[in-house]
């Protein structure tokens, strides 16, 4: 089993920065990649961006050049930077671990941008 913790989330105007963290413990061997998602109450949960274990990036379109996932393997830990929020940035932010046919899923963090 994984497990994954993110933390990092809050209130923030909008035009700030913020910087997620998602630590994984537990069975963190053979991981294919992590990634971070996001949901609004009563819409699908969107991808935001991944990392696999090569470091190869993936990016959604609507936060291209703003939001940018990195990771340190030593600490088994990925980052979400975001830069420049906007109001429409407010979800609950997801870290997601894919290892083999697996998915873990962490109990997600709370960003809340004002305008």
């Known amino acids: 089993q994984v497990q994954l913790v993110e933390s990092g989330g809050g209130l923030v105007q909008a035009g700030r920065s913020l910087r997620l963290s998602c630590v994984a413990s537990?069975?963190?061997?053979?991981?294919?990649?992590m990634a971070w998602h996001r949901q609004a109450p009563v819409k699908q949960r969107e991808l935001v961006e991944t990392v696999t274990h090569t470091g190869h990036t993936t990016t959604a379109p609507s936060t291209k050049d703003r939001l940018f996932i990195s990771g340190d393997n030593a600490k088994n830990t990925v980052y979400l930077q975001m830069y420049c929020l906007q109001p429409g940035d407010t979800d609950l932010y997801y870290c997601?671990?894919?290892?083999?046919?697996?998915?873990?899923w962490g109990q997600g963090t709370q960003v809340t941008v004002s305008s």
């Open positions: 997601n671990l894919a290892q083999g046919d697996k998915n873990y």
């Open positions: 537990g069975r963190t061997f053979s991981i294919n990649a």
